[in-house]
């Protein structure tokens, strides 16, 4: 089937495709799974998740290389991490040789929606793992439904990495020191939108939050992990429980570690900001974001050039580039072949 789209300016931002991948557990059981065509769910008006928040979503992406094979990167660790967040939701885990089922098929059904290479763009996943078993005191379900979903997503920068200020407003926090700032649950995205949506009317692009107990540490941006850059080149990044801990962030470690790069993951004082040669926060959608300036009420810290990336962050971007887009050796087999 040929798909109409202009490949070269998706953005990133939901469109149809072919269908997603529903599962439904019952009985302390998965079903086999279903292909769905129609974009929606048909739930009970008590379901969990609508009334007390049981949910939990990962993002990660496929991708079709140089050669043309098609891969998806590290599903298993995407996997691992809706496992805990199951656990902490009191949710029933999907096993990962069925994520990973659930992922083959949805990709095999969707292979036109893949953005050709040399677009910079790729093919978004998002599964999805909600209580859809009518409960109204306050318990979990007794059924759950794992959805899988795919949209083509273009390339986040055109034209090179592009930095951006932040913004830190002390008036809000993104998650409770001992909550659930750790798991990937929409609960913690929601505490976010305001203070969000008034940094962007504020004209900064993100929010960067400290930790929530004294305000005097840095935790992590809006929807992506800190990483900061020393003067003698070695990563920091944050250590915190209210932090999701980052797949990206993950691999941007595990490259610098190839690289004989220091690594430091610990609790980052809001006073040290000023003492880094280059801040980005990283994730899933952009790889990094490039923090040029942070304001923090009167104070205002200038940590790099507004015009572009410093040099080790627009390194470790085009080395996670390179690996998913098949341009560069996958020594660490991050990238899983998906047969389409």
Same mark, same amino acid.
């Given at each position: 089937?040929?798909?109409?789209?202009?490949?070269?300016?998706?953005?990133?931002? =939901?469109?149809?495709?072919?269908?997603?991948?529903? =599962? *439904?557990?019952?009985?302390?059981?998965?079903?086999?799974?279903?292909?769905?065509?129609?974009?929606?769910?048909?739930?009970?008006?008590?379901?969990?998740?609508?009334?007390y928040g049981q949910e939990c979503f990962e993002g990660l992406k496929v991708f079709r290389q140089k050669d043309g094979r098609v891969v998806a +990167?590290?599903?298993?660790?995407?996997?691992?991490?809706?496992?805990?967040?199951?656990?902490?939701?009191?949710?029933?885990?999907?096993?990962?040789?069925? +994520?990973?089922?659930?992922?083959?098929?949805?990709?095999?059904?969707?292979?036109? =929606?893949?953005?050709?290479?040399?677009?910079?763009?790729? !093919?978004?996943?998002?599964?999805?793992?909600?209580?859809?078993?009518?409960?109204?005191?306050?318990?979990?379900?007794?059924?759950?439904? +794992?959805?899988?979903?795919?949209?083509?997503?273009?390339?986040?920068?055109?034209?090179?990495?592009?930095?951006?200020?932040?913004?830190?407003?002390?008036? =809000?926090?993104?998650?409770? $020191?001992?909550?659930?700032?750790?798991?990937? *649950?929409?609960?913690?995205?929601?505490?976010?939108?305001?203070?969000?949506?008034?940094?962007?009317?504020?004209?900064? $692009? *993100?929010?960067?939050? !400290?930790?929530?107990?004294?305000?005097?540490?840095?935790?992590?941006?809006?929807?992506?992990?800190?990483?900061?850059?020393?003067?003698?080149?070695?990563?920091?990044?944050?250590?915190?429980?209210? *932090?999701?801990?980052?797949?990206?962030?993950?691999?941007?470690?595990?490259?610098?570690?190839?690289?004989?790069?220091?690594?430091?993951?610990?609790?980052?004082?809001?006073?040290?900001?000023?003492? +880094?040669?280059?801040?980005?926060?990283?994730?899933?959608?952009? @790889?990094?974001?490039? @923090?040029?300036?942070?304001?923090?009420?009167?104070?205002?810290?200038?940590l790099g050039d507004p015009e572009k990336a410093g040099p080790v962050i627009t390194d470790l971007f085009e080395k996670v580039q390179g690996i998913?887009?098949?341009? !560069? $050796?996958?020594?660490?087999?991050?990238?899983?072949?998906?047969?389409?």
């Amino acid at each position: 089937m040929a798909v109409n789209l202009d490949w070269n300016n998706l953005g990133f931002k =939901y469109r149809d495709t072919a269908g997603h991948m529903e =599962y *439904v557990w019952k009985d302390g059981a998965w079903d086999a799974g279903a292909f769905v065509a129609e974009p929606w769910l048909k739930m009970h008006i008590a379901a969990a998740c609508l009334h007390y928040g049981q949910e939990c979503f990962e993002g990660l992406k496929v991708f079709r290389q140089k050669d043309g094979r098609v891969v998806a +990167f590290r599903p298993e660790a995407n996997a691992e991490r809706m496992q805990r967040t199951a656990l902490r939701t009191c949710m029933p885990p999907v096993p990962t040789e069925m +994520f990973m089922d659930a992922l083959r098929r949805l990709v095999k059904a969707n292979a036109d =929606y893949i953005p050709p290479y040399g677009t910079g763009g790729s !093919l978004y996943i998002r599964p999805l793992l909600i209580g859809t078993g009518a409960q109204i005191g306050v318990a979990p379900a007794d059924s759950y439904t +794992f959805v899988m979903l795919a949209t083509p997503a273009g390339a986040y920068y055109k034209g090179g990495l592009k930095p951006v200020r932040a913004v830190i407003l002390d008036d =809000y926090d993104r998650a409770a $020191p001992l909550g659930m700032g750790d798991v990937k *649950v929409g609960g913690n995205y929601a505490a976010s939108i305001f203070a969000h949506e008034t940094a962007k009317k504020m004209g900064f $692009p *993100v929010e960067l939050y !400290l930790d929530a107990k004294t305000h005097t540490c840095v935790e992590e941006f809006a929807t992506s992990n800190f990483l900061g850059i020393k003067k003698d080149g070695t990563y920091v990044t944050t250590d915190s429980r209210s *932090v999701l801990p980052s797949v990206t962030n993950m691999t941007l470690r595990e490259i610098c570690a190839d690289e004989g790069r220091k690594v430091e993951v610990r609790h980052v004082p809001y006073e040290e900001l000023r003492e +880094f040669a280059e801040v980005a926060a990283c994730g899933t959608a952009v @790889v990094v974001t490039p @923090v040029w300036q942070i304001v923090r009420g009167n104070e205002t810290l200038t940590l790099g050039d507004p015009e572009k990336a410093g040099p080790v962050i627009t390194d470790l971007f085009e080395k996670v580039q390179g690996i998913q887009y098949g341009e !560069l $050796p996958d020594t660490h087999g991050w990238c899983v072949p998906i047969e389409v």
